[in-house]
């Protein structure tokens, strides 16, 4: 038994694509909005987003597999990485018998993934602190490289150029029948991205969102008005960074491994970026919006793609990078706000604020003064409605 199958154009299963394309839209909506409030908020431009996935996916994929198999007297003959094939899979089979420690791993692993990312973050503040923006981004990019160099020098964190193989969380429910495990795996990335999207908004509306934005149009200006720009850009920094690595993590376990060459900057900086610079930067909608729109082009694209190898004169392969470096161009050339134009975020709700303003005009007023202040609360709130329009 597993779940429905229902084809469409011949072999199209609408349900295993829908599970796909939510897991897919939800992991890359997390990341992306981790993004934004590094960028599109704080003005930091993490070139090296790689750096804080993959560092989270490695340390979490690496430990939680130690852990299961001392955990579980799983022997590991004093070498996990090379006896790790017959390792994780004497794992996967008594992970289903003790559900409290799948839960107990899972819930470490992303722990010490979102620990690992902020701590990177941490660290990356530093020239954050010194640097202009532009040589901070090459930095970034720079340090992101050399990670990548020691995922693939040192073995014994995950196998070098031979990836290993982490423990399956959602073994019990691959037991269930085809499907569920997928099923799982979107439940569990969609709460995640909607948790991100809940911080992310509230930061957006409280004055820790107006202090970032300041900083980021001037940071002289913002220290004028007292504020320290270095220690709000360090702050933003490892949050996000932290997220970033929680988002690495939930990827490890999803395709089962964690390689070196998984972590590409493509994949995990030029497309979050996309999306943030398509969705319109410095508006959490506007990223969910992009994040929604790259990922029905690439799905679709890649559902496509063998069907269109007779009317292509190149490899439908590059259609992908093609496609998606055009829209940027496109995007950046045409309207450079993004699909949301960014908006001024109220200070209060409009129902208070038109409570605070209706409370302008005491019962105990004389008569003749109350008139007065009704017109005066009536202009407020035109002058409220007309602004509100403009934005």
Do not use: C
């Not at 220690?231 to 932290?242: D, K, Q, Y």
């Not at 995990?268 to 990922?295: E, K, R, S």
Request: hydrophobic share 50%; net charge positive; proline share 6%.
């Amino acid at each position: 038994m597993g779940l429905p199958v229902i084809n469409l154009f011949g072999n199209f299963n609408i349900v295993s694509f829908s599970i796909d394309f939510v897991a897919f839209y939800a992991l890359y909506l997390a990341i992306s909005l981790s993004l934004n409030l590094e960028f599109g908020f704080a003005g930091v431009p993490n070139f090296g987003k790689v750096l804080f996935i993959a560092g989270g996916a490695a340390v979490a994929g690496s430990l939680s597999g130690r852990l299961a198999a001392y955990v579980l007297n799983v022997p590991t003959h004093g070498d996990f990485i090379t006896f790790n094939p017959t390792i994780i899979i004497a794992v996967d089979s008594i992970l289903p018998s003790v559900p409290v420690f799948v839960v107990l791993m899972f819930v470490f692993a992303l722990l010490i993934g979102g620990a690992i990312g902020a701590l990177f973050g941490y660290l990356a503040s530093f020239p954050a602190i010194r640097l202009r923006e532009d040589y901070l981004g090459m930095l970034l990019l720079g340090v992101a490289q050399f990670w990548q160099i020691i995922l693939l020098t040192y073995t014994p964190l995950t196998g070098g150029d031979q990836n290993i193989a982490v423990p399956n969380p959602y073994i019990y429910f691959t037991n269930l029948g085809t499907g569920y495990a997928t099923l799982a795996e979107m439940v569990v990335v969609s709460v995640f991205a909607v948790a991100v999207f809940i911080y992310a908004e509230r930061v957006a509306r409280s004055p820790l969102g107006r202090t970032l934005k300041a900083v980021r149009e001037s940071e002289d200006a913002a220290r004028a008005l007292g504020k320290d720009d270095a220690a709000f850009r360090r702050n933003i920094l490892i949050v996000a960074s932290a997220i970033a690595g929680v988002a690495g993590a939930i990827y490890a376990f999803q395709v089962s491994s964690v390689t070196y060459d998984t972590w590409t900057r493509f994949v995990w900086t030029f497309w979050p970026f996309l999306i943030v610079i398509i969705g319109g930067a410095g508006n959490n909608v506007g990223v969910a919006v992009g994040a929604f729109f790259f990922a029905l082009v690439y799905k679709g694209l890649l559902q496509v793609q063998p069907y269109l190898q007779p009317y292509l004169p190149f490899d439908p392969n590059w259609l992908t990078y093609l496609l998606f470096a055009s829209l940027l161009i496109g995007i950046l050339m045409l309207r450079p706000e993004g699909l949301v134009k960014e908006k001024s975020a109220p200070t209060l709700p409009r129902r208070k604020l038109m409570s605070i303003l209706g409370q302008a005009a005491p019962e105990s007023a004389p008569s003749d003064e109350r008139p007065r202040a009704r017109k005066g609360i009536a202009w407020l709130r035109s002058l409220f409605d007309r602004r509100r329009q403009q934005t």
